[in-house]
């Protein structure tokens, strides 16, 4: 069994930066993409990037400003957040699904969440 834990949410001012972590636990095999998904109050939950291999997916709402990263040895998944604005503010939930592609593809039902953790983007 997969388990995802994520951290390194918080508050900041608008401009400011964040990086969350997603810590993997159980076997999770390197050929399996991975993402970052978040969902505001009264939102529907969006993809934000997504990883796989070298190849990365981001939502345009986020390009240029998120880095997606995967650090395979210590199985762990980053999203470095720059430039952060208001409409960032969101539960950012980490994701694992069982194969590779984009994890962000329309339709797709990743298998595996994290519990998420909040981001509040202050104006």
């Known amino acids: 069994q997969v388990q995802l834990v994520e951290s390194g949410g918080g508050s900041v001012q608008t401009g400011g930066s964040l990086r969350l972590a997603c810590a993997a636990s159980?076997?999770?095999?390197?050929?399996?993409?991975m993402g970052w998904f978040r969902q505001a109050p009264g939102k529907e939950r969006e993809g934000v990037a997504s990883?796989?291999?070298?190849?990365?997916y981001y939502a345009d709402s986020v390009k240029g400003r998120f880095t997606i990263s995967r650090d395979y040895v210590q199985n762990t998944m980053y999203l470095q957040m720059n430039s952060l604005k208001p409409e960032d503010t969101a539960m950012y939930y980490c994701?694992?699904?069982?194969?590779?592609?984009?994890?962000?593809?329309?339709?797709?039902?990743?298998?595996?969440w994290g519990q998420g953790t909040q981001v509040t983007v202050s104006s």
């Open positions: 994701a694992a699904d069982l194969y590779g592609g984009n994890c962000l593809a329309p339709g797709r039902e990743v298998k595996y």
């Open positions: 159980g076997w999770l095999s390197s050929s399996w993409c």
């Open positions: 990883i796989y291999a070298d190849t990365t």
